[in-house]
C-alpha cells in the first residue's frame, strides 16, 4: 500500500530540520572551541596547539574569553595591575604564559590555580611586584621568570620561599630592592643566594626579649610573694614572741600574791 503524500513531505521536513540543527549544533560548539579571544591575535603551530598573542594593547584585566586549548598566552606589555584568583581557569592544556612589563602589584591567592600539571613557563619579569605571595604559586612546578620586580626582603619571604614548588632556579630571580632589617645589608642581591643571612633574626630576638620579660616579670612576683610571706610570718613571730615574754611575770606575781596570802 503506497504511503500518503503528506505523510512523506512531513517526515522529510522533520529529518531535515534534525539535520539542519545537528549541523548548526556542530558548527557552534567548534566555532567555541577554536574562536580567538576579542582584539587578541590566535594562531595555530604545526603540532596543533593555540597560541594568543595579546601583547601591547593597554589590557587593564585579563581576558575572559581565552579558548581553552591554548597551549601560549602572551600579555605582555600591557596595563594589568593583579592577578586575579583563577585568572586562568580552564586553560589545562597551558605550557606557557607571559605577564612580563605590567604594572601587576598583587597576585591574589590561587592566581595560576589549575596550570599546575601543565605550565613550563611562567614570566613576571618587569612588573612591580614587592612581597611574595607563596598562596598565588600554589601547585606550580614550573619555571618563573621574577626579575627585575622591586622586591621586599623580610622574614616573611625567608619562611615562604620553601613553600613554593617552584623550580628552584626560579627564586634566584628575586633580587631585594628593599629589606628588613636595612642594615642586613641584602639590597641589591638575590635573597636565595645569601644563605648566610638570617632576615628573621629580628624577629627572634624579640621573641627570646619577650620571653626574658616575662620570666623577670614571674620572678619578680615570686619575690614578692616571698617577702611579703616572710614579713607576714615575722610580724606574726614577733607578736608570739612578746605574748611568751609576758607570761613568766604573770606567773611571777600569782606566785608573789600566794606567799602573801600564805602569810597572812
Same mark, same amino acid.
Given at each position: 500500500m503506497p504511503l500518503p503524500t503528506d505523510w512523506l513531505l512531513r517526515h522529510s521536513v522533520v529529518?531535515?530540520?534534525?539535520?539542519?540543527?545537528?549541523v548548526l549544533m556542530t558548527f557552534c560548539f567548534h566555532h567555541a572551541a577554536t574562536t580567538c579571544s576579542n582584539r587578541c591575535y590566535c594562531s595555530e603551530s604545526e603540532t596543533g596547539g593555540k597560541t594568543v598573542r595579546c601583547s601591547n594593547l593597554q589590557l587593564t584585566e585579563i581576558p575572559l574569553d581565552i579558548p581553552n586549548d591554548t597551549q601560549r598566552i602572551y600579555l605582555d606589555?600591557?596595563?594589568?595591575?593583579?592577578?586575579?584568583?583563577n585568572a586562568f581557569g580552564g586553560l589545562s592544556h597551558l605550557v606557557e604564559l607571559d605577564i612580563s612589563h605590567n604594572e601587576l602589584t598583587q597576585l591574589e591567592p590561587g592566581a595560576f590555580r589549575g596550570l599546575g600539571p601543565s605550565l613550563q613557563f611562567l614570566d613576571? !619579569?618587569?612588573?612591580k611586584l614587592v612581597n611574595f605571595n607563596p598562596? #598565588?604559586?600554589?601547585?606550580?612546578?614550573?619555571?618563573?621568570?621574577?626579575? /627585575?620586580?622591586?622586591?621586599?626582603?623580610?622574614? /616573611?619571604?625567608?619562611?615562604?620561599?620553601?613553600r613554593v614548588d617552584l623550580e628552584p632556579v626560579s627564586l634566584t630571580g628575586i633580587v631585594c630592592q628593599t629589606s628588613d632589617p636595612e642594615e642586613i645589608g641584602v639590597e641589591g642581591h638575590s635573597f636565595l643566594l645569601k644563605p648566610d643571612i638570617d632576615l628573621c633574626v629580628?624577629?627572634?630576638k624579640t621573641t627570646d626579649v619577650a620571653m626574658l620579660v616575662v620570666m623577670f616579670g614571674w620572678f619578680t612576683m615570686v619575690i !614578692?610573694?616571698?617577702?611579703?610571706?616572710?614579713? #607576714?610570718n615575722q610580724e606574726d613571730a614577733r607578736r608570739h614572741l612578746e605574748y611568751l615574754k609576758s607570761l613568766p611575770s604573770r606567773q611571777g606575781r600569782s606566785e608573789e600574791s600566794s606567799t602573801i596570802s600564805t602569810v597572812v
Open positions: 529529518m531535515c530540520l534534525l539535520l539542519h540543527s545537528l606589555f600591557n596595563l594589568l595591575t593583579s592577578v586575579p584568583t613576571l !619579569s618587569s612588573n598562596e #598565588a604559586f600554589d601547585g606550580l612546578r614550573a619555571y618563573a621568570n621574577l626579575t /627585575n620586580n622591586p622586591w621586599h626582603c623580610d622574614c /616573611n619571604l625567608q619562611m615562604a620561599m620553601p629580628v624577629m627572634k !614578692s610573694y616571698l617577702v611579703y610571706y616572710v614579713r #607576714a
